[in-house]
T-cell receptor, first 111, second 113 residues
């Protein structure tokens, strides 16, 4: 079992819809979670960080964390074709080498 | 505003050749990491350095060596390149412990023939 699991997709949504990306993790000691966006041929770019249970909103992005269920999600409202990318979920605890990436979910937003 | 700088951006090697991938950061972060990313696979940790003067193996260290030259620079060396090492290599930095985000360079695309 991988420490962070994501559905590889692709997840296809129409332009303007809400895209919902999900991630589960196995290390109950993980304290912090991050969402990265990776365009094809580019490096991962940090888009959201979440450290406590609940929701965190930043523009069109909302990250949700449920530590009891070991579940992290990213909602993208009013999805745009420019949101088409692979989204990586990551989690970490305050020990070095305890930072895990999921394999990523590919999102396609269709015009 | 360079952040994390990787050189070179592209490289083609022949089997058995050696080379060093360079990573430099101006973020004043203590920790630095080397990953490889292959098509259809996620990021796999090769080596990391929690602080200047220390290095540790990650998930896939075989065939690689690293040097943390100073706080800013962390290099990855392939002593005898093999086709299986064809990949995209990313350097990342992190401030403090693993409860902080990592920040990535643009990557080095390495092909070994």
């Amino acid at each position: 079992q991988k420490e962070v699991e994501q559905n590889s997709g692709p997840l296809s949504v129409p332009e303007g819809a809400i895209a919902s990306l999900n991630c589960t993790y196995s290390d109950r000691g993980s304290q912090s979670f991050f969402w990265y966006r990776q365009y094809s041929g580019k490096s991962p770019e940090l888009i959201m960080s979440i450290y406590s249970n609940g929701d965190k909103e930043d523009g069109r992005f909302t990250a949700q964390l449920n530590k009891a269920s070991q579940y992290v999600s990213l909602l993208i409202r009013d999805s745009q074709p420019s949101d088409s990318a692979t989204y990586l979920c990551a989690g970490g605890r305050n020990n070095f080498n305890k930072f895990y990436f999921g394999s990523g979910t590919k999102l396609n937003v269709k015009p | 505003n360079a952040g994390v700088t990787q050189t070179p951006k592209f490289q083609v090697l022949k089997t058995g050749q050696s080379m060093t991938l360079q990573c430099a950061q101006d973020m004043n972060h203590n920790s630095m990491y080397w990953y490889r990313q292959d098509p259809g696979m996620g990021l796999r940790l090769i080596y990391y350095s929690a602080s200047e003067g220390t290095t540790d193996k990650g998930e896939v260290p075989n065939g690689y060596n690293v040097s943390r030259l100073n706080k800013r620079e962390f290099s990855l060396r392939l002593e005898s390149a093999a086709p299986s090492q064809t990949s995209v290599y990313f350097c990342a930095t992190q401030h403090g412990g693993s409860n902080q985000p990592q920040h990535f360079g643009d990557g080095t695309r390495l092909s070994i023939l």
